[in-house]
């Protein structure tokens, strides 16, 4: 379970540029949940990934992962427990690396023996069995380097690096905004299916009102670094577009000004 209690960040404090970027976020997430979380630009959903994942400190409060403080704890220690993928499909993979290259790097996370002794039979044969899975053709393309790959097949590749060692955590920030409309629901579609398959505890973040409300079991909304509104079950089964402007306005008595947040 993560559980999140009075976290506060904000940015250059004490300048002109100061910028209150999350403000006292209490979330708990219990094992299992799929998270979507949305909110216009600035809300504060990558600074909550970032602080999660250890990017930034955190000014105060605590950050619990399995029972365990991991407040302290650097980013490549989180990395351990933590799963992420980025919405920039070039981050997250090798370019200069083949598809089982960057496979064979992310199942020997956390261990000392790298890539020097090579890539055994046995690790060839699960990676071509999980490639398999995503219908993509990529099990039959191994020795290609990613960099040859397109953006959704990439960000594919990305999601089962991230969960080839099962995560405590896994962190989607944005993973399908630099696709296209078809590539992104494939990328989605492959997502549910591992999130489900492995039983992860996933948050999501997106812009897609419609995918917010399709994809997990739960939803929050957030807005100048608060969480203004935490929705699931069957109640967020029963959402609309619409539903979800109206809590914002309510919540944050403001009219939702994102454009993108509308799509859907």
Not at 41 to 49: D, F, Y
Not at 129 to 143: H, P, V, W
Not at 171 to 196: M, Q, S, Y
Request: charged share 25%.
């Amino acid at each position: 379970m993560l559980k999140i209690k009075n976290v506060s960040k904000t940015f250059n404090p004490g300048t002109v540029n100061e910028k209150k970027a999350l403000n006292n976020i209490n979330l708990e997430v219990h094992d299992g949940d799929f998270i979507t979380i949305i909110g216009g630009n600035g809300a504060g959903k990558s600074t909550l990934m970032n602080m999660i994942a250890g990017v930034y400190p955190i000014d105060c409060g605590y950050i619990y992962l399995a029972d365990k403080n991991i407040s302290l704890l650097k980013e490549h220690q989180r990395a351990q427990m933590i799963g992420r993928v980025f919405q920039d499909p070039m981050l997250g993979t090798a370019s200069d690396m083949a598809i089982q290259e960057n496979l064979a790097m992310a199942n020997r996370r956390g261990m000392k023996r790298g890539l020097r002794w090579g890539i055994t039979k046995e690790e060839k044969e699960v990676f071509y069995k999980t490639l398999q899975r995503l219908g993509l053709g990529l099990e039959d393309r191994m020795t290609v380097k990613v960099g040859l790959l397109s953006g959704g097949q990439r960000q594919a590749l990305t999601l089962l690096m991230a969960t080839l060692k099962k995560p405590q955590l896994l962190l989607l920030d944005e993973h399908t905004a630099a696709l296209d409309p078809r590539t992104a629901h494939k990328v989605l579609k492959i997502t549910e299916e591992i999130v489900d398959e492995q039983k992860l505890t996933a948050l999501m973040v997106t812009h897609n009102m419609q995918d917010a409300i399709n994809i997990g079991n739960r939803l929050i909304m957030m807005h100048e670094g608060r969480i203004i509104y935490d929705v699931k079950g069957e109640e967020k089964k029963r959402l609309k577009v619409e539903d979800l402007l109206k809590k914002f306005e309510e919540a944050s008595g403001d009219v939702f000004a994102n454009d993108r947040m509308m799509l859907g």
